[in-house]
């Protein structure tokens, strides 16, 4: 395609070009899958700084209409294709264990998202190729971090696993047991700052109220009282339809719910 940029100062060179960009996309001047011109190149053919495109294909990012790949370039997207998340599973190994696991998590998200599952082996190795290739491609990793226990080979899983944002990761089978046997992660676990939660699951003794403003009964530690004022995300309270009632008494400090799930 043929960029021509607005000459009303270099302020709309970028809007120019995000909008040419997204114009092309959704007539099909470009192509699905095809590969666009690298931020450098692109820029000298337009005389126009680096970071100028940077900031286009940033917002050409947000918008879904291109994908970035690790170490290799920016793609357009297939608009035709579903908007459902796009989960990616890593297993060490689909094993009469691991499968019911599998099966499980896959029938709980059922048409809500659409999930490739691939196998490591236990092979820090090909853990890596996968993510060279699949970096970014992914709104969710889900990974099952199976490797010998070596102090090297652990090492060097982490750094690879360390790779994926925090919030798109979702890891699985590093729980321990914790208070009263219930799973926990690990001493050595990535801690997660209230910032990049997506979702807050929170448990109760007991709720009331109504969508939107659901009030929680606790067992007076407070330790919900001083998490809940830190996050951003939806609150949504696990409870038993026994555990609903008709009021609560609360406290000016009692931060509300969003919604409940029975």
């Given at each position: ?12 060179f ?12 959704h ?7 095809e590969m666009?011109?690298s ?20 917002i ?11 170490g ?10 579903s908007s459902r998340?796009?989960?990616l ?10 499968q ?18 691939l ?15 699949n970096?970014d ?10 490797f ?10 982490i750094?690879?696993?360390?790779r ?18 219930i799973?926990e ?6 801690p ?25 009964l ?16 939806p ?27 029975f």
């Amino acid at each position: 395609m043929t960029i021509r940029l607005d000459s009303q100062g270099q302020s709309s060179f970028y809007k120019s070009l995000v909008n040419q960009i997204d114009t092309a996309i959704h007539d099909g001047t470009i192509r699905p899958g095809e590969m666009l011109p690298s931020m450098n190149g692109l820029a000298a053919s337009l005389g126009i700084s680096r970071e100028t495109v940077k900031k286009a294909y940033g917002i050409l990012t947000k918008r879904g209409l291109i994908v970035p790949r690790h170490g290799k370039g920016f793609y357009a997207a297939d608009m035709a294709k579903s908007s459902r998340p796009q989960v990616l599973v890593i297993f060490d190994k689909l094993s009469v264990y691991k499968q019911p696991l599998f099966n499980a998590f896959s029938e709980r998200l059922g048409d809500e998202a659409e999930i490739t599952i691939l196998t490591h082996n236990q092979s820090v190795g090909l853990l890596r190729y996968y993510l060279d290739e699949n970096l970014d491609r992914f709104d969710y990793y889900v990974v099952m971090p199976h490797f010998p226990l070596d102090a090297a080979t652990q090492e060097s899983a982490i750094k690879q696993i360390s790779r994926i944002p925090n919030r798109k990761l979702i890891m699985l089978d590093r729980l321990q047991p914790g208070y009263k046997g219930i799973l926990e992660p690990t001493p050595d676990a990535t801690p997660v700052s209230p910032g990049e939660i997506e979702l807050a699951l929170i448990p109760g003794v007991a709720f009331a109220g109504e969508r939107g403003a659901f009030s929680r009964l606790g067992r007076g530690k407070g330790f919900y009282d001083r998490l809940l004022p830190s996050l951003r995300c939806p609150k949504v309270g696990i409870c038993y339809p026994f555990r609903l009632v008709d009021s609560l008494p609360t406290d000016p400090w009692d931060i509300p719910l969003d919604g409940l799930i029975f």
